[in-house]
């Protein structure tokens, strides 16, 4: 295994049938136990030192999370956590009621953690139970850390209990490794993780999954005419940058994509000549988020064995200062033969994206997704709890926005087209980069992109707003959130939305 990757080791993920009952809590150091807002009379029957736990109950202060923190009167003193849950909550806030949970868990050594959800019909009794798995799962993986004394992971197990039936949690673990691995990356030092690193890293996991990679180097993109993404690459010291292609192909290895991921991947960005200050330069280490979601995601299919043929493309780079850097008023040749005039060197990432979205449409896939921290303005706009979404398909505007409430990565459609690259024209190229004004500058960057979609492809670009938010997101703990991987799988396993482009 590549240093630079995580360890793969997986947290065992156990399940009991029947009712919660005094023995199974005995095994505990955590339980999590999740009710309704209005807890039946004759539950707490059911449950260990239940008439104990109703006096709790009763006593909790309207509103608070956890509703209660005690401890069961067992050998291990099993320490218990009490959420409650409304009948009609969204999967948002069931995701976020086990972020709160678990992080009150965490408060001390989880070691065996039970998760309880008891009081509700058999499907929400499932749903909750997954949606608070999920945000265990985040809770339990550690992101990179450089200390002489390692913090060891605090869960050691996790058990599902007082289930009626067994759940499938597959595809719960596999988008938490996905989310794993992107925030894993996107927390990586830029010192650690760079251009070239990068691609060995990807280079690596493709033999661990069995994919077919192939890394276009500077060289090779400059044949290929991809002057965008090397207008960016050219102030960097050295040949790290490229353009890296994993297939997956789970049945014929010649077979089309049926999806496309495209990720920026600008592994720190200095804002180039026009230099950032240093509150906005400080975490530019991760604005090769885009890049880490599309990989992510990718892990995620190949770890279920989905049977679509998938690309994924990621854009690597630095975006670089210095005497070979590209500058304001520089006119340079997209891969696709349009010419772009820079305005503003800190727009770096839709010029890397261009040329990539370039090379993915000539492939004809099925749809293109793309995934980029691209601008302040979508921030401004819908705050870093939403990301953007942007497509060429109008009429799918309801689909990715209930897709988003349905999985609890929340998105927000804005448009795009003609009408906005009025704002784009150059007297002196086809097209300007952006717009000096800055004014709906998530607009602007998206319809810029969308020229560089070749052959009609159903294309999708994800502007990842809530790539980052201090606190954590939804059932994710920490600030970097990998946002992108749930969402996905969404749009694919429930939306089916690959099928609809095909």
Known sequence: MHSLLPDAKELRVNQQLGRLTNKSADTLNQLLLILPERVPATLWKTLPQGARLKTLMARKKPGSVPAVRSRLNNKRQTQLIIGTCKPDASAFEQLSLGRQLTQA???????????????????????????????????????????????????????LLGLREKLDVDRVAAEAAGNNLARWLTSMPPNKLNAESYAALTKDLSGQQGWQYKRFSPRELEKLGAGAFLAVAQGNEDDSASIVRLRYRPGNKSEKAALSLVGKGIIFDTGG????????????????????????????????????????????????????????????????????????TDAEGRMALADTLVLASRDEPGMIIDYATLTGTCISAITKRYSGVFSNRAAWHPRLKRNGQACGERVWPFPIGDEFLEALKSPVADLMQCSPDGAGDHILAASFLGEFVENDVPWVHVDLSAGSHKGGLGHIPTEITGFGVRYTMALILDECIHEASS
């Open 105 to 159: 868990a965490l408060t001390e050594k989880a070691g065996a953690l039970g998760i309880c959800v008891a009081g509700f019909d058999e499907a929400s009794q499932a749903m909750i139970t997954k949606h608070v798995l999920a945000a265990t799962l985040a809770a339990s993986f550690s992101l990179p850390a450089y200390k002489n004394k390692p913090t060891p992971p605090s869960i050691s197990s996790i058990r």
């Open 273 to 344: 000549t026009n230099l950032k200050p240093f509150q906005s330069m400080l975490d530019m280490h991760g604005d090769m988020q885009g890049s880490a979601v599309a990989l992510g995601t990718l892990l995620t299919i190949s770890k279920l064995k989905l049977p679509i043929a998938v690309d994924c493309w990621l854009a690597l780079t630095e975006n670089r200062t210095g005497p070979s850097a590209y500058k304001s008023q520089d006119v340079v040749t997209a891969a696709n033969g349009k010419t772009i005039q820079t305005i503003h």
